[in-house]
């Protein structure tokens, strides 16, 4: 049976349903207020209060399918398994059942002819932790494979079918294995599945093939993680009040999986995609050479599209620069298959994306109204800077590894385009000094990308939760103090302030401002409780929950109430469609300052505060 992605959400659905768990909305892709992180990178990310002991209201079981963009793995797409923009499936057991339930489950999903997607045992591999100083090797989930596949005839080895692994493979944790994850963050042991495609291991990746080998035959499924560890700041673990499930599997792989067919591209989140980009570069997919350029084009479009969706534009920082280079990279790629592209072609290839996730994450007629501008004013942006770059190539006598690398960062310019223009000027340029260049170039960037993860999760991340609580303060006295034009248009907060952008009908004065401030810190001194529900998106809005009216939001939201009492929160301070995390009690927050206030433009204005 060929299953297709709708089928694969229903099912994924049903089956957690009928494990009574319930299903939480998706959080944005860009996660708002959280200056950590620049996308939402995995499902668990909204559930870190959770993992860590604080009450879910929908309960102990849960489960959702969350879209996720993994910048991280850029340099990797092009092989027939990774991409930037994915979706992960995932459940979560919050202190309820734990490995035994866990595995059994996700065993069940994914063999079971009639519940699942009935895919052959034979071809599942797993992987457990083997254990280190911090924590014990995971016999449970030995034992626990052993029998599930013993019932279905299948003797497993540890060695074989269940292989341990190092930390490095088998420890989950947002910020990876235990030494670099910041005090204060959840993490575990995890245990892996993998699908084992038809095919002659490649001895260029190692003598042996195993579930962790890089030749292809292995792909990773599905990881459950039992998280039971807290790191504390002496830099050792404590063990969670509770012992809780995360897994995440990804929709690409399992779809791949489900069809027996070990190249993502081919499943129907992307194929229809495919078809477009081979339309638009004059280049066949069937042709091995052309598939790295042709899947690089297809996901960074696709990546691009759900970043516009979420109201990021190109520039030339966080979030913006991340998209510019996605879209600049599949420019340069679509000029080096068919140099005569007509930017028309364009419009197909995002239509394709729309149309492959029409009326469930994207409204494809409506989105292709205000998504193709904005990449076609980066293409025309785009056109401009290569013009130059062009020129400045032109003037180079010789070209050393730095400089081609400089071309790469300043106008996009791929390795095998500078090659290949100094080759029609007779200068050779090698591939291994670029690649040196480029390697340390990666290590200084992964290691500010970390810095920035880290430096936000550790100490400084309390204090970037009591300025988003201090935000949604801020917007309601807004209201008190102006008139109901006020429109809040952004927010941005860092360790050290807080910034807050909104819509005015008329200027506000500095006392207005200074009213503003007293009412915030009021609030503060009044130790009101901040809670959050989550409800259908109607009743959100008869309650008057604030919104921001550019964001598309899915049926049920999370609304965040400050000062509501057990049995009326329609008479919440404040109430607002958010996200989170929030502190409990705006007493946390401290006392708040509003350091300056200008106009940004017309009827806008923002705040900074400390
Ligand atoms: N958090 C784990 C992962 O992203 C499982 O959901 O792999």
Redo the contacts with the bound molecule.
Sequence with gaps: MKIGHKKLRELYSAFFKSLDHAEVPPSPLVPKDDPTTLFT????QQFVPNLLGVPHPLGVRLFDIQPCVRVQDIEEVGDNRHDTFFE?M?NWSLGDYFKKEQLRNFFTFLTDEKIGLGIDPNRLYVTVFEGNDQAPRDDESIEVWKALFDEVGIKAEVGDRIRMYPASKNW?S?AGEPEKMPAGEPGGP?SEVFYKFDGEHDSAFGDECHQNCDCGLFLEIG???FMMYKKVSNGTFEELPKTNV????GLERLLAAAQNDPDIFNTDVFSTIVKAVEKATNHSYDVDENKPALRIITDHIKTAVFMIKHGVTPSNKEQGYVLRRLLRRALVKMSALNEQYSIDSLEPIIYEVLQTYDDIYLDAKKDLKTILPVVMDEVAKFQRTLERGLKELDKLTSVDAKQAFNLYQSYGFPFEITQELLEEKGIHLSQEDYDKEFATHKEKSRSSADLKFKGGLADKSEQTVKYHTATHLIHQALFDVMDDSIRQEGSNITADRLRFDFYSARKPSEEEMKKVETIVNTRVNDALPVAFKIMPKEEAQKLGARSFFKEKYPDQVKVYFIGANENSIKDAYSKEFCGGPHVTNTSDIGTIEIERFKKIGSNMYRIYAK
């Design positions: 990178g995995s499902g668990m992960m995932g989950w947002r995890d990881n459950s993680v995360d897994f995440g599997g």
